[in-house]
């Protein structure tokens, strides 16, 4: 099995969606059989790819050969995972429990998990030579690299250890443990059977943790061994959030192979932005060009600061995609839009 | 106007500068002499870098005159939430249970939502503050959040917990009392998610949307395209043409808000605190 993997990670609204597509594109040929898959909730990659429909299958992408697009839907991946590691009559426990589908929609590290998950499957049917994985949008980049463990945590039952005292709690403690003052107290102040419920779903849970815990070191190791591409623009909230990064890298065995400078200006602006304008004959033409190139040549030194404050910190290769004013939205626009990258050395790990 | 009440969420699609307006709203409102809390809700680092300090906490602190910010810890505010509502808990040891459910805070579905949700309204209902600003939960985890008193009681069938959520609930639905900000950028998906966001606010009548705001909107250029293009190739010519590109596009997403009010993009920002100043300066000419 040879599939390589691309996990590409970044700041909300930086266009990792966009360039996730764009890089699947321009690997994809009909000898490099290529995998696209989003698990952002918004149908942007459907957009972006002009299909629609897009569901939890690989579909192929009509107008690139060798090209498949997969869109992540956590509840149903989440469907699947208790199917596949519980006992029956448990799953279908698990499935009417209306925790359960709270979990999955919205506890972030469950849709992480599930996106972990449907990677590790895809990478094991050894049906792809490139698997381009985009990451949900989180609050910490380290989500997505930190779920699988969090989430069997989870399911481990630090809740039930804690409210049973019991390091593997069978299903007759539920009874026992009811009649623990501490719970009592509890359903008196949440004045119901809340925690109870909670229990009963978490012991359902907890016999999944074997099972998910290998689980969750299988997909440490294809995280660990995929190449991670961090996408960013210059602006300073997600400049700030590629920093935070960084510095919680030391909590995994993972290193970046590059940062994607998304939105990115000619640095010639920056210096022509100092010399005086002299071909526009206009005055009121050539004062209004002219602090219009001030401005764009003030972000664009912005953005060399940016990029060079990046690459001296943390010694990975930047790469600069360009600013363009409408947002690809076909395969031809998508893959010029990394024209003039060496994709081979970029994705070379 | 969108701050003459005694609680605002500000929200909007992750990366259109939710932060950086929250963050500018309550520092207008502080220079107009009101007392005012910050809080982030769910991520307290854009606010944080916003305001110009390091890290927050659960207490807050001083930002600038009349301006104070702070981070919801939820087992902190687990902790006020039953002690101050709940008068049953007065029997029990508090930190014990406590202990106990700040596990199911962050494992129970629903919980860890009235929590957070209930927060900023502790805070408006303790009167410390004339107004409560929330950086709230990005658009696509908003709605778990203001649902959250519904959730909790249809999941619990009675007690103390179903009639604070039920208080919380009237709370927030109080037009008087509450508001939504929502911040979009010109582009297709912020501005397509902000308006289903906008029908489903609407529909369930979870808080009053008390304005949209427009971000990083280009001015136009006065010179026409034409003129630019016959411009020698130069890295004006390609400035000016990218700017008119640019505008033109935002031009086509902004047609379909024209009500909502416009916060310009702003040129050479080196720091978010900077960002937040400057789009406060820009919300006081708005407002």
Request: aromatic fraction near 6%.
């Amino acid at each position: 099995m040879n599939t390589n993997v691309v996990v590409v990670t970044g700041a909300g609204g930086v266009g990792k969606t966009t360039l996730s597509a764009a890089l699947a594109i321009a690997v994809a040929s009909p000898t490099i059989r290529t995998l696209v898959m989003t698990v952002d909730p918004a149908k942007r990659l459907a957009d972006a790819l002009d299909l629609t429909g897009l569901g939890g299958d690989p579909v192929p992408v009509v107008e690139a050969p060798g090209l498949w697009a997969a869109m992540l839907d956590a509840t149903s991946s989440w469907e699947a995972i208790v199917r596949r590691y519980s006992e029956p009559e448990v799953a279908d426990r698990l499935l009417v429990n209306p925790y359960f589908r709270a979990l999955a929609d919205r506890f972030p590290a469950a849709q992480s998990f599930a996106a972990a998950e449907t990677m590790s499957i895809f990478i094991e049917s050894g049906s792809w030579d490139l698997i381009v994985v985009d990451t949900p949008p989180s609050a910490g980049g380290l989500d997505f690299y930190l779920a699988p463990e969090k989430t069997a945590d989870l399911v481990g039952g630090k809740l039930l250890h804690w409210l049973t005292g019991a390091q593997l709690p069978g299903r007759r403690f539920l009874y026992r443990f009811t009649g623990k003052p501490l719970l009592k107290a509890a359903d008196v102040v949440l004045g119901g059977p809340l925690l109870e419920d909670v229990a009963e779903f978490l012991l359902d849970l907890r016999t999944m943790y074997d099972a998910l815990t290998a689980r969750s070191h299988t997909m440490q190791r294809y995280l660990q061994a995929a190449t991670t591409l961090v996408v960013t623009t210059a602006d300073p909230a997600p400049v700030a959030e590629v920093v935070r990064f960084f510095e919680e890298l030391t909590e995994i065995e993972v290193r970046p192979a590059a940062i994607m400078l998304n939105r990115s200006l000619p640095h010639a602006w920056a210096d022509a932005a100092l010399a005086p304008i002299a071909n526009v004959p206009d005055p009121a033409v050539r004062a209004e060009l002219t602090r219009n190139l001030i401005n764009w040549g003030g972000e664009a030194r912005r953005q060399s600061a940016a990029m060079a404050g990046l690459a001296d910190r943390y010694g990975v290769p930047l790469v600069a995609v360009p600013w363009v004013p409408v947002p690809p939205t076909d395969p031809e626009s998508l893959e010029a839009l990394l024209a003039g990258i060496d994709l081979d050395e970029l994705l070379a790990k | 106007m969108m701050l003459d009440r005694r609680l605002v969420l500000v929200s909007g699609k992750g990366g259109v500068g939710k932060s950086a307006v929250a963050a500018a709203l309550a520092i207008v409102a502080a220079r107009h002499g009101r007392r005012v809390l910050a809080i982030a809700m769910t991520e307290a680092l854009g606010l944080a870098s916003h305001l110009g300090v390091e890290a927050l906490g659960a207490e807050p602190i001083q930002v600038h005159p009349g301006l104070f910010c702070s981070v919801i810890d939820r087992a902190n505010a687990l902790d006020q939430y039953l002690k101050l509502q709940v008068r049953a808990a007065r029997s029990i040891p508090t930190t014990q249970l406590t202990k106990a459910l700040n596990v199911l805070v962050e494992t129970a579905p629903g919980v860890r939502e009235i929590v957070t949700m209930g927060k900023p309204i502790f805070e408006v209902w303790e009167g410390t503050w004339d107004l409560v600003i929330a950086d709230a939960p990005p658009l696509g985890q908003l709605q778990s959040y203001l649902t959250a008193p519904q959730t909790i009681t249809g999941l619990v069938p009675t007690g103390a917990v179903r009639e604070q959520a039920a208080s919380l609930q009237s709370t927030l639905s109080d037009p008087a009392v509450s508001g939504l900000v929502l911040v979009t950028t010109a582009e297709e998906l912020p501005i397509v998610e902000t308006r289903q966001a906008i029908a489903q606010i609407d529909k369930e009548r979870q808080i009053l949307i008390a304005g949209v705001l427009a971000n990083r909107v280009f001015e136009p250029l006065r010179t026409p395209r034409a003129t630019i293009e016959q411009l020698d190739p130069s890295a004006a010519r390609d400035a000016g043409l990218l700017h008119t590109d640019l505008t033109e596009r935002q031009r086509v997403w902004l047609d379909t808000v024209p009500d909502d009010p416009q916060l310009p993009y702003l040129f050479d920002m080196r720091t978010p605190a900077e960002v937040a100043e400057r789009l406060a300066d820009e919300c006081e000419a708005l407002l």
